[in-house]
């Protein structure tokens, strides 16, 4: 088990609730990290939920409360967890923000590789007020640029520091980066390498330190670069695993996958291959609180900012992993049903004993 003692005592939690083991182990978790639930999760369902009514207003389609946003999990939003000590002001904006965040996502992989690119590239060049002399984007992404300059300005609008490393982070960084260059099937360390180009858990950590209203600086970062590299680690074995059910019936070029990996060079089956992920996430875990206990050694004397950063690494990724191993996007037929649209009717029947159902989930097609 790990520490049950905050590595920073005098910055203790003001904004959420510890969440009972047992209940994280009911639900199928078997994480060593803590985790926590920002106590206005009303707040991030309302942000989560205004996302999709936005979206499907936008795409001229109906909104219905029977479906689930991305972000949805029947014990909470996947913000309340991923920022759980995020200030009342500010939830349901971030909240908004994580949600559209994954729909831009889900939209991405809807379209063919280079198509995704170049709209990911007028994206980004609609936010940093560049000309867009690319051509006409898909109508889906000319919308997306609507929305996500609405919601940066609300966060600008909250805290003008803060809201503009966000800003910058989603720009620079996630939306810049794409999927395009062929995955590393060598090593695990191969593998982070590529997957940390492009995934930007800087967006993640931007995010987190708006929540709290305090910016970090580059130097911050590079300082608790050791720490955050670890903190990232887990994060994406964490999501390499729940997410591995769905994934294992997308293209096997664009599988960016540690299960994949393993089943690719160690030639191990897939159950093998899931074990040993499941244990590298806990040996990872195991590695997090010895890096973070010499990091806190090493510097007892942070700003408090920093301190509270610390602080809420473990509980945000013990809590996306309670998210992961409860939210529809990755135990439901709702999201699978997309990916394997190529896939042939007798391949969807094979699959149909391995859906998990959830209450309110559409009847699979037969
Ligand atoms: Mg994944």
Redesign the pocket.
């Known amino acids: 088990m790990g520490n049950s003692i905050l590595p920073f005592p005098d910055y203790p939690f003001v904004n959420s609730r510890e969440l009972d083991r047992d209940a994280l182990k009911r639900a199928g978790c078997f994480t060593t990290f803590r985790a926590r639930i920002n106590i206005r999760d009303n707040l991030a369902n309302i942000g989560m939920i205004r996302a999709d009514k936005d979206w499907a207003t936008a795409k001229n389609q109906q909104w219905n409360s029977i479906t689930v946003g991305c972000t949805f999990s029947p014990v909470g939003t996947a913000a309340s967890f991923m920022f759980f000590e995020c200030l009342p002001d500010r939830m349901e904006v971030l909240s908004y923000l994580n949600e559209l965040g994954f729909l831009h996502d889900d939209d991405m992989e809807t379209l063919d590789s280079e198509l995704a690119l170049n709209a990911h590239k007028r994206l980004r060049n609609a936010l940093i007020c560049e000309k867009d002399s690319e051509g006409k984007s898909p109508k889906s992404v000319a919308i997306m640029k609507k929305l996500f300059s609405a919601v940066v300005l609300d966060c600008l609008e909250i805290d003008l520091a803060a809201g503009r490393d966000v800003m910058r982070c989603y720009t620079d960084d996630w939306l810049k980066v794409l999927d395009t260059s062929s995955i590393p099937l060598t090593t695990l360390d191969e593998y982070f390498k590529y997957r940390f180009e492009n995934v930007s858990l800087r967006t993640y950590w931007r995010m987190i330190a708006f929540g709290h209203g305090t910016p970090l600086s580059d130097e911050d970062f590079n300082l608790m670069s050791p720490l955050l590299d670890i903190t990232a680690r887990t994060y994406?074995l964490t999501?390499?695993l729940?997410?591995?059910p769905?994934?294992k019936y997308q293209n096997k070029d664009h599988i960016?996958?540690a299960v994949f990996l393993y089943i690719k060079t160690q030639t191990m089956s897939e159950e093998e291959a899931i074990t040993k992920v499941k244990q590298d996430v806990l040996d990872h875990e195991a590695r997090f609180f010895l890096i973070r206990e010499s990091f806190c050694k090493a510097h007892p004397d942070h700003p408090a900012r920093l301190k509270k950063f610390v602080n809420v690494l473990e509980p945000s990724i013990g809590g996306y992993h309670y998210w992961c191993s409860t939210c529809p996007r990755h135990n439901s037929p709702k999201r699978i049903f997309p990916c394997v649209r190529m896939a042939s009717t007798k391949r969807l029947k094979a699959m149909r004993p391995q859906l998990i159902l959830y209450p309110g989930a559409p009847t699979p097609p037969s």
Do not use: F, G, P, V
């Open positions: 994406l999501n390499d729940y997410s591995w769905i994934e960016a996958n």
